[in-house]
């Protein structure tokens, strides 16, 4: 399922439905909330939180129940927990590509079958000529790597029901007592269920492949996070970067004082010591 078109279809049912607009941009961050789901559980709760707050807009409520929820619609399978992660949501590389096919080969005329594969052969067959060459594995920034290093010297991953946990922001460990809650969806508002998703992130590990999933935003569409690098750092599957970088030490920075004084001959001397009061 393309999120971005599950987006586009939204906000145009947004006037259609009468929906306030004090409340539309509040409605698509909640969805993307939705969307970042780990199990159907969070996200049953989270709906029934969703529809009570939003209550006046019942007719969008039930659209959006009917149409992105339901089971018997073929465009339900748009959350985390649905999908495999590292696989881009959406269609749109694809429609690129028709697109540059329409403007570039055939005149956006329809063409016959064996134009048509001939054109796309032609397509490809470029693309060797060019030489471009794909990219078949994931380069991370090196400063992504050293913040990943100092995250998992933190020791801060949680490991409870076949998943690890942390902070979003890497910058506190988290209590059990907050990674059930999360998972077992207990809250009672939807501010407090939005800010627990904002604030715990879950991975899981690959014991086969040695490496890890993230859910986070990052780390689930493109494989590229802080927390997956630093989980697979802290269980020893990647290698942590050598900082070359001298640490800083603590307590206050020394005066800097001038090296070499010109005098009037123009000849550089050392600046006079400034003598100390004794008591």
């Known amino acids: 399922m393309c999120y971005f078109h599950l987006k586009q279809a939204v906000k145009r049912k947004f006037a259609e439905l009468s929906v306030d607009k ?15 789901m780990v199990t159907s559980k969070q996200l049953d ?20 129940k009917k149409q ?8 339900f399978r748009w959350h985390y927990f649905n999908c495999e992660p590292n696989v881009f949501m959406t269609n749109n590389i694809c429609e690129s590509l028709n697109s540059s096919i329409k403007r570039d080969w055939t005149n956006r005329e329809k063409q016959p079958l064996h134009l048509f594969l001939k054109y796309l052969r032609d397509v490809f067959f470029d693309v060797v000529l060019a030489k471009v060459e ?19 010297q933190k020791a801060l991953f949680i490991f409870r029901n076949d998943r690890y946990y942390i902070e979003e922001k890497g910058t506190k460990k988290l209590t059990f007592a907050a990674i059930d809650k999360f998972m077992g969806a207990t809250y009672t508002t939807l501010k407090e269920f939005k800010e627990g998703i904002e604030q715990i992130c879950t991975l899981t590990w690959d014991q086969r492949k ?42 206050r920075k020394k005066k800097v004082s001038k090296a070499l004084v010109r005098d009037e001959d123009g000849i550089f001397e050392e600046p ?8």
């Open 210 to 251: 040695k490496i890890a999933n993230c859910f986070c935003r990052s780390g689930f569409t493109y494989g590229v996070c802080v927390h997956k690098l630093a989980l697979e750092m802290f269980l020893g599957s990647l290698f942590k970067p050598v900082s070359l970088v001298k640490t800083q030490r603590r307590g």
């Open 45 to 64: 709760q989270y709906w029934n939180l969703f529809s009570k707050h939003y209550s006046k807009s019942s007719s969008f409520i039930e659209y959006f």
């Open 22 to 36: 004090k409340d539309r941009t509040d409605i698509l961050i909640h969805i993307d909330k939705m969307r970042g």
């Open 272 to 279: 006079p010591k400034k003598q100390t009061k004794r008591s």
């Open 134 to 152: 794909l990219k078949t594995t994931v380069e991370y920034p090196g400063d992504l790597k050293q913040r990943a290093a100092i995250l998992s």
């Open 68 to 75: 992105w929820l339901s089971e018997d619609s073929k465009t």
